[in-house]
């Protein structure tokens, strides 16, 4: 399993930092972790043919996470049109506006290659190369929306996304990935400090910490991170765009 950080930024791009979004590659397959990048033009920038990307997963429906996938679902529609894949938003609601605006915006849509669905919790998705498991978070619940964790499993490695966390405490930190083995766990880190989180992740029976989205507080953060590194039963450290991980 390859993993790429194609967006690595919060909320706001950075001068060098898009908004969250990870490419994953197994054997032949590409998928996608969340859309807040422009995976569009990236795709097509790091050389992965569209044709190659089996799903697209996101974690919750913040236009940090999903908005640059209007555009890759609009070139998939009339441009790559030997391009196929599962796209999973979190609520019906998105799938509809999403839908609409590429409707609007090209006057067409091909629904039937670019098949949108809607995440549930649980295992949700299994193509015989990847399976994915959706963990319920508390990101959004002020709202009543729902936002995940997810676990992908292929080639005998275990990689956890644990999306973005209750505000504070990350008192929703995924279960599975404190009791359960994993290769490696992906944090985000845009909205508690290195003192809530490090002593969650470093706890859990991982070969690999990498921190994600990092926001809160940030030079304290990315300076708590580095000096971690050594000091605890794993390697651990923050990502940037470009970072590429075989797992």
């Not at 993993?3 to 791009?13: D, E, N, R």
């Not at 569209?50 to 908005?67: G, N, P, Q, R």
Request: hydrophobic share 40%.
């Amino acid at each position: 399993m390859k993993i790429t950080f194609l967006g690595t930024s919060h909320g706001v791009p950075g001068a060098d930092r898009y908004c969250s979004s990870a490419l994953v590659e197994c054997g032949d397959n590409a998928y996608l972790i969340d859309g807040g990048a422009p995976v569009a033009d990236l795709l097509i920038r790091y050389g992965v043919p569209y044709e190659k990307l089996k799903a697209v997963f996101t974690t919750h429906i913040h236009s940090d996470h999903t908005i640059g996938l209007l555009h890759l679902m609009s070139l998939s529609s009339w441009k790559f049109k030997e391009s196929s894949y599962d796209l999973y938003l979190t609520e019906q609601a998105g799938i509809d506006a999403f839908r609409t605006v590429v409707e609007v915006t090209d006057g067409y849509f091909d629904g039937d290659r670019i098949r949108l669905r809607l995440t549930e919790p649980g295992p949700f998705y299994d193509d015989g190369t990847l399976k994915v498991t959706a963990v319920p978070t508390r990101h959004l619940e002020a709202g009543g929306q729902p936002s995940y964790a997810l676990v992908l499993e292929s080639e005998g490695k275990r990689v956890i996304f644990t999306g973005d966390l209750h505000h504070g405490d990350a008192a929703d930190f995924p279960v599975p990935a404190k009791e359960e083995p994993s290769d490696l766990i992906i944090c985000e880190m845009a909205h508690f400090g290195h003192e809530v989180i490090l002593p969650i992740v470093t706890a859990c029976p991982t070969g690999k910490v990498l921190f994600n989205h990092v926001w809160y507080h940030y030079e304290e953060s990315m300076a708590a991170i580095r000096a971690a590194d050594g000091q605890v039963p794993m390697p651990v450290l923050a990502v940037e765009d470009g970072d590429v991980f075989e797992v």
